[in-house]
């Protein structure tokens, strides 16, 4: 067996079955303790789909690319047989069994909570059996946490009781007659009967009465109703399982304390197209505000092709050469530093040299070398921004009037300019090259071109023509938002008209300016009595064709 790179071989040691809590289907509902087991098992038995992508999310890890080995715990299918059926209790609890008699740490993934409607209490007697050491990590259970995504409670001050019931054919709903929160499980496909038995056995037919679906994730979707309509209600929203369904007054307080699918993005796909190592943060800032972030690599970051004009650039930065070294992005801080590890260096040899940043968020990368950044444009974080506070060569205060300018092989000559006007010698070098990305698959690049993003983020210049190049121009329908001026004049210069662009070139402040559009945009659809869709379900023929009057 393949666990993080590494070949683990079975032994007569006893193994050890750790039943875990997945919660309701949000990543982050997951535990502290379900996230460290993950991070030490050598194989987890999942029992859904999402599951392979939840370890991998957990773990930190790429989507596996063909032909390398694998890394991370071998992921052993619980949720089918080898004859692709769907395994039974018995049979899924002999899978554990199994891998823990190779003397191996498991993980047994479950949905919601192992001992909460789940098949947790059959395993683990297997385990009890087999004479292998278990242990219980409850998780979130879909029972509250559906019902609290959809801004239901299910129990206030005036209504104190709430029963959960596993529907089925011998539910005695006569025992249900009196006002306590009902939640039923599996009920999708019963809600009729179920709704006419409820009011057969004396509950009002104007019961408020909920039903979510895929709670707690970006796809959630909620139909309010009565016992009387539920049935009609759903068919006509298409709802489909797993839901939950809420029966009681409980149900209005959704008007009021809906906090999930009123967020500004939710449920937007928001296409961002960055290199892979960089896309984290935006990505997650993104999911905050209820988006489906899909990162499509555009660009790949590399070593320069003649490594020598930076060794050069390096060894005269340790010998005294520079007064200034100049970073005009993370990516150029990053090649430095990986230079100087290579060569055994560290940040001491910065001693004495001052230190620009382009804007904070180079700052902070410096900053996390152990350095700080003794320049730093106040006012628009660019280039230019850089050269409006750069001091001119002063021949009694400067001692050195050489400055040590990495960058990357594409970049402008505007600064090298700028600063030779104001006296400055200036090292232009070659710190690391940006080269467009593989096209993405075929499902991506028709949904880019189609409308089935409902936003993109550009976060310079060069991911705009490298998207352009290698998928295609965004659909018109789809919103455009760029971290600065000059990535919205390339934009416009192909062809894209610019809906969002970020008060500062900083990645979160872009995904905040995105969230406002599209709270702006969900309030004046309210305004208008419109029913609020993203930009993707919208007709073409609908969009306008001024960014102002989005």
Request: proline residues 5%; glycine residues 8%.
């Given at each position: 067996m393949t666990t993080r790179g590494k070949t683990t071989t079975a032994t007569t040691t006893p193994g050890w079955v750790s039943f875990v809590g997945s919660g309701p289907g949000d990543p982050d509902l997951l535990t502290v303790r379900a996230a460290e087991l993950l991070r030490t098992a050598d194989v987890v038995v999942t029992e859904a789909p999402e599951h392979v992508t939840l370890v991998r999310t957990v773990l930190g890890l790429a989507e596996p690319v063909e032909g390398e080995e694998p890394v991370g715990p071998e992921v052993v299918d619980g949720g089918f047989g080898e004859d692709g059926q769907p395994l039974t209790h018995a049979a899924r609890a002999k899978v554990v069994v199994k891998q823990a008699k190779r003397g191996l740490r498991v993980v047994r993934l479950m949905t919601g909570d192992p001992f909460l409607y789940a098949s947790g209490p059959e395993e683990a007697q297997a385990c009890a059996k087999a004479c292998i050491g278990f242990e219980i990590v409850p998780g979130v259970s879909s029972v509250?946490?559906?019902?609290?995504?959809?801004?239901?409670?299910?129990?206030?001050?005036?209504?104190?009781?709430?029963?959960?019931?596993?529907?089925?054919?011998?539910?005695?709903?006569?025992?249900?007659?009196d006002d306590r929160t009902l939640v039923l499980l599996s009920a999708v496909g019963q809600i009729g009967e179920i709704s006419k038995a409820l009011v057969a056995a004396g509950r009002s037919p104007q019961t408020p009465v909920a039903m979510t679906r895929v709670g707690t994730t970006t796809g959630q979707s909620t139909v309010c109703s009565t016992l009387a309509d539920i049935a009609a209600d759903a068919r006509a929203a298409r709802m489909a399982p797993p839901a939950i369904i809420v029966v009681g007054e409980v149900v209005d307080l959704r008007e009021t304390l809906s906090?999930?699918?009123?967020?500004?993005?939710?449920?937007?796909?928001?296409?961002?197209?960055?290199?892979?190592?960089?896309?984290?943060?935006?990505?997650?800032?993104?999911?905050?505000?209820?988006?489906?972030p899909e990162e499509v690599p555009t660009i790949s970051v590399e070593p320069p092709r003649n490594p020598l004009q930076m060794d050069k650039a390096v060894r005269g930065l340790v010998e005294g050469r520079y007064e200034w070294i100049a970073?005009?992005?993370?990516?150029?801080?990053?090649?430095?530093?990986?230079?100087?590890?290579?060569?055994?260096?560290?940040?001491?040899?910065?001693?004495?040299?001052?230190?620009?940043?382009?804007?904070?968020?180079?700052?902070?990368?410096?900053?996390?070398?152990?350095?700080?950044?003794?320049?730093?444009?106040?006012?628009?974080?660019?280039?230019?921004?850089?050269?409006?506070?750069?001091?001119?060569?002063?021949e009694v205060l400067d001692p050195i009037n050489r400055v040590f300018l990495p960058r990357a092989d594409i970049a402008t000559e505007n600064l090298v300019a700028g600063l030779i006007d104001l006296g400055w010698e200036c090292d232009d070098v070659t710190a690391y090259r940006t080269v467009r990305a593989t096209p993405p698959p075929a499902p991506v690049r028709d949904a880019i071109k189609?409308?089935?993003?409902?936003?993109?983020?550009?976060?310079?210049?060069?991911?705009?023509?490298?998207?352009?190049?290698?998928?295609?121009?965004?659909?018109?329908?789809?919103?455009?938002?760029?971290?600065g001026p000059q990535t919205a004049k390339t934009a416009e210069e192909h062809g894209l008209r610019v809906d969002v662009m970020a008060p500062k070139p900083d990645v979160e402040v872009l995904v905040d300016a995105l969230a406002d559009f599209g709270a702006s945009r969900r309030a004046a659809m309210l305004e208008a009595g419109q029913p609020v869709t993203r930009p993707s379900e919208r007709k073409p023929s609908a969009r306008r064709t001024k960014a102002s009057s989005r």
């Open positions: 509250s946490a559906v019902p609290a995504y959809a801004g239901i409670p299910l129990t206030t001050k005036d209504h104190r009781e709430v029963a959960v019931v596993t529907c089925g054919e011998k539910v005695d709903w006569s025992q249900y007659a906090w999930f699918e009123t967020k500004p993005l939710f449920g937007w796909r928001v296409l961002v197209p960055r290199t892979k190592d960089q896309a984290g943060v935006l990505s997650a800032r993104a999911r905050g505000y209820g988006a489906v970073f005009t992005s993370v990516n150029a801080v990053k090649a430095v530093r990986e230079k100087f590890e290579e060569y055994g260096l560290d940040a001491r040899a910065f001693s004495g040299l001052k230190i620009a940043a382009v804007g904070d968020k180079t700052a902070q990368a410096i900053a996390a070398w152990g350095l700080r950044a003794d320049l730093v444009p106040t006012g628009e974080q660019s280039a230019a921004g850089l050269l409006e506070v750069w001091p001119e060569y002063d189609t409308g089935k993003f409902d936003a993109v983020v550009f976060t310079s210049s060069s991911t705009v023509r490298n998207l352009v190049g290698i998928a295609g121009k965004p659909h018109p329908s789809t919103v455009i938002a760029v971290i």
